[in-house]
Structure formats: C-alpha cells, structure tokens
C-alpha cells in the first residue's frame, strides 16, 4: 500500500494569509503614525485650532450668514414677478339679455404681477447699507474670534510646557530626595547620625512625592485645557515640542498703544455699531416719505384651464 502526502493551492486562503501578514507589519507604523500625530507645535497647535474649534467654525458661519442677508436685501431693488391661477364655481351660468352667457359656471383666471420700487422713503438702501456693515462686523468679529483663539493656543501651549518643566524639576527632587534619605537611613544603623536628620530626610522626601503628585495632576489640566481650545476629545494624548528660539521684543509702550489704537478689532468693531444706530434712526424716519412702485398686471380669463374658450379678455393695465 502507498500512501501519497500532497498539498492543495487554495488561493482564497493565500490572499487571507498575505491580508493578514500585511496587517501584522502595518499595525506598529499605523500605531506610530497616530502617536506622532499627537505631537504638536506651536504651528501646528494653531492651524488646527483654526479648522476644528467650534468657536472659529461658528464665527466663520456668521460671516455666511451676513453674506447671505446682503445679497437678499440686494434683491430689493430689483422687479419682482409673481403670477396668480385661480378657479371659481358658480352654481349656474348667469344668462341675460338673449341668452348672451355673461358670467360662466366655471371661471379661470391667471394674473401675472411685474413690481418695481420707484422710491421707498430710502428704506430699502437703509436697510441695505445696515446689511453691509453688518457683513463687514460679522467679518471682523471672525478675525477676533481669530486672534483670542491664537492667543489662547500660544497660551495654553507655553503652560503646557511650563507645568511639564515643573514637573520634570519635582521628578528630580523626588530622586534626590530618595538617595539622600537612602543615606540617612544607612548613616543613622551604623549610628553616624541622629535619629532627627532621619526623620527630617524622609519629611522632604514625602513633602516631595506630594509635590510631584500636585505637578503631575497640573501636567493634566494643562494638556485638557490645550485638546479643549483645539477641539480635540479632553483626555486625548498630546505631546508638545519645545520652543528654544527667543526673540526680542523692541517695540515702545506708546507705539504699542497707538497701534492698538488703530487696529484692534473691538475699536473697529465699536465704530460699526455707532453707524449701525444711525442707520436704524434714518429707517425709523421713512414712514415720514411717500412710497411709490411701479406695477404692470397681465390678465386673463377663460371657461376651462387653457383660458381660451371663454370670450377672452387680455389686456395690461398699470
């Protein structure tokens, strides 16, 4: 008897097999490729700040927003068209003078309607010019919104590696702390101390460990504070990199003042509000004015839905 040993090519198998080697060598870069994603820069921390946090993203859509009702107010002045199809049904034809049908039982009727504003007591250019500066406040409480949110980025990330040296210092008076208290432990069996240097090592040394603990927890709300202003999850791993670069700071108080002065946002932003009022006192004053459009009807009527059985009547009027 022969008994024969063969292998068969399943090539199902084969691809599951390759799926799956691949995915045992691309797990370690993928988990890399994640953990390096979570260590930022001060740039990178304010770019993606700029695209993920609801307040920017809300700003952004305010602007939309004003954009839009400036364009619908803008439609004002332009002629508007509007068209009317009705049905009326009487219980009976209404007859006169030798059996002349005057009034039909059936009764369709299109109006169409042309209107264009001749002068509106300045109420539509009002209300059009509030439009526009409240596009231009939308656009710049979009860049407030803008500078306190990179503000507040530089902020958190500066504390962020503050509370990240403090505790780098507390981790290192821990282990000081530990030999030394090690060393009064060793001095004070062999009776080359007191009992009271003893006691006074292990008192720094817990004093430490508590300081460590406060350090540590500040490391938390530092890195919570910083995923929060970015829009990111409050407990998501960060890592920052540190900034070695200093720069100077040369520029004089007053000239500093003067150019806040100029440019800041909330000054601008002030000064659009002020003619916003003026503008809404002018609009409450349009009553006083006279309003005139111009309008053009077309008409048409008819016994069925085509509108041309029924003795006719089309004409415009104005």
């Given at each position: ?19 799956l ?9 993928l ?59 009487l ?91 090690e ?94 009022a ?28 085509g ?5 006719e009547?089309r004409?415009?009027?104005?």
């Amino acid at each position: 008897m022969r008994y024969c040993l063969g292998f068969r090519k399943d090539t199902g198998s084969v691809g599951i097999a390759i799926f799956l080697l691949l995915g045992l060598f691309a797990c370690p870069r993928l988990c890399q490729a994640e953990e390096a994603s979570s260590t930022f820069t001060l740039e990178s921390s304010i770019e993606y700040a700029l695209r993920h946090s609801p307040q920017m993203l809300s700003s952004q859509e305010n602007v939309t927003a004003a954009e839009a009702n400036k364009k619908k107010l803008f439609t004002e002045f332009l002629p508007k068209l509007s068209a009317n199809y009705t049905y009326t049904r009487l219980d009976e034809d209404k007859v006169y003078f030798m059996d002349v049908v005057i009034t039909p039982q059936d009764q369709y009727q299109f109006v169409g309607t042309l209107s264009q504003p001749i002068f509106s007591g300045f109420s539509i250019m009002t209300q059009y010019d509030i439009s526009a500066i409240g596009l231009d406040i939308a656009t710049l409480t979009e860049r407030e919104t803008r500078q306190k949110l990179v503000f507040e980025v530089k902020k958190a990330y500066f504390q962020l590696l503050q509370k990240q040296k403090l505790e780098g210092v507390a981790r290192q008076a821990v282990i000081q702390l530990t030999a030394q208290a090690e060393v009064s432990k060793n001095f004070y069996e062999v009776g080359m101390v007191p009992k009271n240097d003893l006691l006074q090592s292990e008192v720094k040394l817990a004093n430490a460990e508590q300081d460590l603990v406060v350090e540590q927890n500040n490391v938390m709300l530092a890195k919570s504070r910083f995923n929060t202003l970015l829009g990111r999850p409050v407990d998501a791993p960060v890592n920052v990199e540190d900034v070695l670069a200093y720069e100077p700071f040369a520029q004089a108080y007053e000239d500093c003042v003067q150019t806040a002065m100029e440019q800041r946002t909330e000054m601008q932003i002030a000064d659009l509000e002020m003619a916003t009022a003026e503008k809404e006192v002018k609009l409450t004053k349009t009553d006083y004015y006279p309003s005139i459009d111009l309008k053009a009807n077309y008409y048409k009527r008819g016994d069925d839905p085509g509108l041309h059985e029924y003795p006719e009547m089309r004409y415009f009027q104005l």
